[in-house]
């Protein structure tokens, strides 16, 4: 016997060799494409992909953006020469239409795909399928219990199985009865699937979010305008001061409408301690029409209350004053006369201007400086705004000649002024000192260069404007993502069953049980509320019975519950 298993034993050697010699099966093109498919429409994958996409778009907030702002990105490019180009390679300026971030929405998309249709289709056929079979030992399932219909009753097996059958029903089971005629007859119950249900519709619903995004990505557009008191935005490409198109727009997707702004009010805090002077209220009076035939319309715009004009959303950003002014060139013409938007940079509304004056003759004009609508000067001469109401309105601005450099086709910012090839004319540190301007003052430019003036002030507003043909849906299939996993965190999938028979001496015995699919805390619960539907419907006791109380049972009976008189258990035998 020894010798015989000294021969069956292999030395390490001999099992190495085995091992090498072992050839793997191979995959093949089918079964890599196979197992790429499987492991891309796993649900870790998805969430894995999810989580991917928001760690991608990180970027798009670190970095400047080409399609809201391509001058900042030129001038981000040349301020970092070292790694501004390398951004731009990496696509970092254009992340959310990069091939990196597209990929990894696409790689998104089709594994919410591959996840949801073959668990739709395996749902579906669960929906139409019976309940499992009756266990053949109920005792054995996490909740358990029996009952016992008196003789008296004179409630028979099969009609107890059927009124039990009856009461699951009403309680949103789906149930099958089995052997009702039979000697041992059973259903079995189920209900719950609506939490899978809940599981598509939410992932059904991630999807159409998906979706709805990328319509409005490739179909939809932005834009900002600045309104001055009195002027009217016509909503076509060369009415808006900034615009970012889908990629797929198309300038007929434009509707014809129009928006004058009549009147804008501030209301401003003059009551609360250390508040004083702080906006409140912001009220744009405006006239609509949604085409050029249209009857006009009065509306009101305000904060976070937009207006919507031909599928487009209309939101008030921003405010501020308009100081109006004339100039008149070298030759006495006027080379420009209207509104000039001041930016905001301090409180009190202290704002810069700049002022561009091309048409100028014989040379270019160029003004910056600061308004103030309240304006005070401290001791040291500095000036400053005491307030944001147009209590003491000044502009005060240097002046400059020379090649402004808007015919040389770079872009510009209309709220920067670059001096260093200008000449000046007007400043604090010249003889001829700044210039200082309250409404209705004109002041002679030196060298016979023209003159200005400080006509009044108008406020004016800052609008954006969006339209996006996936916002609905993407709203809606928000929703319905939260409905579902609703349906999937509160409904718990439960199966019951219940088994009947008669006794010698003419009882009715009923046992049942109950299985949850995955953790349910409630149960325990649900099989106390079950047991309170069967007592009732009996008139029996409610409570459970005491388990040393054992319940006779005929000879051969194998149900838990249906014991000896002895207490013994009964035999058991197959089923």
């Not at 492991?39 to 760690?55: D, E, G, H, K, P």
């Not at 108008?458 to 339209?467: A, E, N, Q, S, T």
């Not at 009923?510 to 008139?539: F, K, M, P, Q």
Request: hydrophobic share 40%; net charge negative.
């Amino acid at each position: 016997m020894s010798e015989r298993v000294k021969q069956t034993k292999k030395s390490p050697d001999s099992l190495a060799d085995a091992k090498a010699e072992a050839a793997l099966p191979a995959l093949g093109v089918k079964g890599t494409l196979r197992w790429a498919w499987t492991q891309l429409t796993s649900m870790r994958t998805a969430l894995f992909l999810l989580l991917l996409l928001a760690v991608a778009a990180v970027p798009g907030s670190l970095f400047p953006q080409r399609p809201a702002n391509p001058s900042i990105v030129t001038q981000y490019i040349k301020d970092n020469p070292g790694y501004g180009k390398l951004l731009d390679t990496l696509q970092l300026y254009d992340v959310y239409s990069s091939a990196w971030f597209s990929a990894i929405y696409l790689l998104l998309f089709v594994s919410l795909i591959g996840c949801v249709v073959p668990r739709a289709i395996a749902h579906y056929k669960a929906l139409r399928s019976q309940p499992p079979r009756t266990p053949k030992r109920l005792s054995r399932l996490p909740e358990y219990g029996t009952l016992v219909i008196p003789a008296d009753a004179e409630i028979p097996a099969s009609d107890a199985i059927t009124r039990a059958a009856g009461l699951l029903r009403k309680r949103g089971y789906r149930v099958e009865v089995r052997d009702v005629d039979g000697e041992r007859p059973s259903l079995g119950a189920e209900r719950g699937l609506t939490k899978e249900v809940g599981n598509l519709i939410f992932h059904t619903s991630l999807i159409g979010v998906l979706v709805s995004v990328a319509l409005g990505g490739l179909f939809g557009y932005s834009g900002q305008r600045i309104l001055v008191e009195g002027d009217t935005f016509v909503n076509t490409l060369v009415g808006y001061d900034q615009f970012t198109p889908g990629t797929n727009f198309a300038s007929s997707q434009l509707q014809p409408y129009s928006v004058q702004l009549n009147k804008f009010d501030i209301t401003f805090d003059r009551e609360s301690k250390g508040k004083e002077g702080q906006p409140i209220d912001f009220s744009a009076a405006v006239t609509t029409k949604e085409n050029p035939d249209a009857p006009a319309k009065e509306e009101v715009l305000k904060v976070n209350d937009p207006i919507t004009l031909g599928g487009t959303s209309i939101y008030l950003t921003g405010n501020g004053y308009a100081p109006m002014v004339t100039v008149r060139d070298g030759d006495g013409n006027i080379a420009m006369q209207g509104p000039v938007v001041a930016k905001l940079q301090g409180d009190n509304y202290y704002s810069s201007v700049v002022i561009k004056v091309p048409d100028a003759a014989p040379d270019q004009l160029g003004f910056n400086g600061f308004f103030l609508p309240t304006a005070f000067i401290t001791p040291e001469g500095v000036s400053f705004s005491a307030d944001p109401d147009l209590y003491n309105p000044q502009l005060n601005l240097n002046s400059y000649y020379g090649d402004l450099g808007l015919n040389d086709g770079a872009p510009q910012n209309v709220f920067e002024l670059d001096v260093k090839d200008l000449t000046p004319l007007n400043s604090r540190t010249l003889d001829s000192g700044g210039i200082v301007l309250t409404p209705g003052a004109t002041v002679t430019l030196p060298e016979g260069k023209g003159s200005i003036s400080f006509d009044g002030v108008k406020r004016y507003i800052g609008v954006d404007i969006h339209h996006n043909p996936g916002q609905l849906y993407a709203l809606i299939f928000a929703l319905l993502a939260v409905g579902g996993l609703i349906l999937s965190l509160y409904i718990n999938r439960r199966r019951a069953w219940i088994r009947t028979g008669t006794h010698d001496d003419g009882r009715t015995m009923v046992e049942y049980g109950l299985l949850a699919r995955g953790e349910d805390h409630r149960l325990a619960a649900e099989a106390a509320a079950i047991r309170s539907l069967l007592a009732t419907e009996w008139d029996l006791d409610a409570e459970p019975t005491d388990p040393s109380q054992q319940i006779p049972s005929r000879k051969g009976d194998n149900g838990p519950g249906f014991h000896s008189p002895a207490g013994t258990p009964a035999p058991e035998k197959d089923q």
